[in-house]
């Protein structure tokens, strides 16, 4: 009896789930045997349209390493302000820009947000994107408990105790 089947590998977007046959088989990268003939191939990642795409398998495609179709982003907007004005705005890690912001292609998804402003508290956030709808974040930020100039203390005194310093707001 003569094989058929084909040992191959399917490759799509990294950490993208591949689906053959409706059966869930990997994430990104797939290696295995299928039986000759057509089948269904689906790619689903969040913030991505899911690619289907149909593949034609045959005995002399062993060892074949098979490319699958890009997936498609999906996009949404989002808008941020932040009080004070022109602070450092990151989202998932990455510095995006300064307050206030308009970003007309974040990819669809939940995001963690970060606002920053020299002398003040960091603000953060989670944002979810939909497809094509604006998201608004509104962010006040707070002055850092630590301000003005330094103070040194020195314990020279005569007494040898530590004078009490007010420290105004």
């Known amino acids: 009896l003569l094989p058929d089947f084909a040992e191959l590998t399917l490759v799509s977007e990294e ?3 591949i689906w053959i046959d409706g059966e869930f088989r990997g994430k990104g990268r797939w ?3 299928l039986p000759s003939g057509l089948h269904a ?5 969040e913030g991505y349209s899911p690619m289907n795409q149909s593949v034609e398998v045959d005995v002399n495609m062993a060892g074949e390493l098979i490319v699958l179709d890009s997936m ?3 996009y949404g ?3 941020l302000s932040a009080d004070p004005s022109i602070a450092d705005v990151y989202i998932d890690g990455v510095h995006v820009g300064q307050t206030p912001l308009y970003l007309s292609e974040v990819l669809v998804g939940n995001h963690d947000v970060k606002v920053m402003h020299k002398g003040y508290k960091d603000w953060t956030a989670q944002v979810s994107i939909s497809e094509g709808q604006v998201s608004e974040l509104n962010c006040t930020l707070v002055k850092s408990a ?5 103070v ?3 314990d020279k005194g005569s007494s040898g105790v530590l004078p009490k310093v007010q420290i105004p707001d």
């Open 15 to 17: 950490g993208a789930d």
């Open 31 to 33: 290696s295995g045997r």
């Open 41 to 45: 191939v689906e790619c689903r990642k």
């Open 72 to 74: 498609t982003p999906l």
């Open 77 to 79: 907007i989002l808008m």
């Open 146 to 150: 630590v301000s003005g100039s330094p």
């Open 152 to 154: 040194m203390l020195s």
